[in-house]
DNA sequence: CCTCTCGTGTCACTCGGTGTCAAGGCGCGT
DNA sequence: ACGCGCCTTGACACCGAGTGACACGAGAGG
């Protein structure tokens, strides 16, 4: 029940924080002000997230380890190409399951530097994390073998320009079939003998 | 002659600041203390940088603009992938010509989360760059035509992958050779017809 | 009823970054 | 040589992000 209020606060909190940003501009509006529009002091609002970027872009945190999960999951005879399209889908799936929300915060993270600075730290955690997976899939040394952080990369750099083109779209183009545009494009690379 | 001060006002801040950030870690050292140690002001360290990360990641500026020009000079009936290879041959071939110092900002760059970041955010912007270049280069409506995006964004994931690596190796490996073999891997997908 | 704990607010502080202004070097015309 | 602008710099004040220390109040358990 403590763990109900925590998360009461901090809905409380990133509900305010998109709101402000999103209306009034990354840098024009203070931590203070989120925090009191919360109805919590400035201390409390660093109880709960590291920086005033993390606000916006914290939800992302769970979306490597969904990645890298629903990649571990996939079979092992699977191609990479398809492998990776469906982990890919996965983070898509989500911004198309709460596409109004989802479009207001990715617009944000695209037009901010410092969000977008973020953004792509997180991207290269998760390629990280996928090209480890990878490797361990395909039975590669990521020590001396270029393939799984190429194939991982590739993978979030159709992830990417999916995202731009959504996002530049407001929305209107189906993702999942942008995704597989990218990857017929991307896929002779990754699934090169 | 005014000119030349400048320049050298700047060198003289670079160099404290590389060698203050590199032995005692970005965090722990204070733009006071840079300045102090180059024998200016804390303000006019403003001057000549925008922001404590700038110090280590201005000369990349040059060389988005750098790729951009050598993608524009090789000849139209080029395949994508052997234009490209040469257009991130650029930069890799100023690092391996300074190698010592360009070593030691890498691996700083690399292991600081806050330089990381503005690094992704330059790449970030070579891919637009690169990307409008080749629609131009093939005729493409960057608007319509995932290919561009896709494409620079797979360069770079492969430029990336060389810096890891020549980094990781302490520059014991060759950035040439890395470059090849990470283009045989992506090349596929770059030459698709 | 006491007490221990945990979340929060307050305060003070450091540091990155910016605006303002006055002082000083330097070329320039007279 | 003198005075005139121009540009660079330093000094100072200021804002906002982020952190550490501490005191307070609510609730759980004895």
């Not at 999103?22 to 109805?39: L, N, P, Q, R, W």
């Not at 992302?60 to 990479?80: I, K, N, V």
């Amino acid at each position: 029940m403590a763990e109900r209020k925590r998360q009461l606060v901090s809905n409380e909190l990133t509900e305010a924080a998109l709101q402000l940003l999103a209306s009034k501009g990354f840098d024009a509006v203070t931590i203070d002000e989120i925090a009191t529009a919360a109805g919590v002091s400035k201390r409390t609002f660093f109880r709960y997230f590291a920086s005033k970027e993390d606000v916006v872009v914290q939800f992302l945190a769970g979306m490597g380890a969904d990645m890298r999960t629903e990649l571990a999951a996939r079979s092992p005879q699977e191609r990479p190409s398809a492998a990776l399209r469906h982990t890919v889908g996965v983070p898509i799936a989500t911004c198309a399951d709460h596409s109004d929300r989802a479009l207001r915060v990715v617009r944000l993270i695209l037009r901010t530097p410092a969000l977008h600075a973020r953004f792509l730290e997180r991207q290269a955690q998760w390629r990280d994390d996928l090209a480890a997976e990878l490797a361990h899939r395909l039975g590669l040394d990521p020590g001396t073998d270029l393939y799984p952080r190429l194939a991982a990369g590739m993978a979030l750099t159709a992830f990417d320009a999916v995202l731009h083109r959504w996002s530049g779209s407001d929305g209107a183009e189906d993702p999942d079939e942008l995704i597989d545009r990218a990857f017929a494009v991307i896929a002779p690379a990754l699934d090169a003998v």
